[in-house]
């Protein structure tokens, strides 16, 4: 009885193996195709050559076991680094902003073009694109730092 239930369990195994190979490798279904197969098969061979009721075990075991490896096979393809990011973030903070820039808020400069509501300013000697808060401001115009976001420097007209 245990010799003729070896074959189904490798073809169960190797069924999980390909199931976490479909989360990795970009197959367009074919291996989970693959998986069905084996699993099939494995049922096959389980049924016809061992009993109804160990087959039946087999199927108990593949419907609690199959959820259980999709949400861990999509838990691993997010962490994986195969995936796609959503965001610019890495260890350390946000690749978007060059770290001087956090230094500007409340410094004073002057604008090297009409801001409508985005153009250029000129803070310590560099020059920054910049946007208002919806302001038109004119050109050769004294602005301070309101914020930095991200890769934006939000300016004001200095009274």
């Known amino acids: 009885m245990v ?3 070896i ?3 490798i073809l169960q195994i190797l069924a999980v193996v390909v199931v976490i190979a479909e ?5 367009m279904g074919l291996l989970t195709v693959m998986a069905l197969g084996l699993f099939g098969f494995s049922l096959y061979l389980v049924f016809t050559h061992a009993s109804s009721m160990t087959g039946f075990v087999f ?3 593949d419907v609690c076991m199959i959820p259980i490896l999709i949400i861990v096979g999509v ?3 997010a962490a994986s ?3 796609l990011r959503s965001s610019l973030k890495s260890d350390k903070g946000a690749l978007s902003q060059p770290p ?3 230094d500007l808020i409340g410094v004073t400069g002057e604008t090297v073009t009409d801001l409508h509501p985005s153009g250029s300013a000129r803070f310590n000697g560099k020059r920054y694109d910049v946007v208002s808060r919806g302001d038109y401001i004119q050109k050769g115009t004294n602005v301070s730092v309101l914020s930095v976001e991200g890769n934006r420097i939000v300016v004001k007209q200095e009274t």
């Open 7 to 9: 074959l189904p369990v």
């Open 59 to 61: 199927v108990i075991v």
């Open 81 to 83: 680094p195969v995936t």
């Open 3 to 5: 010799g003729k239930l």
């Open 23 to 27: 989360f990795i490798l970009p197959s």
């Open 100 to 102: 001087e820039w956090a």
């Open 75 to 77: 838990k691993m393809l």
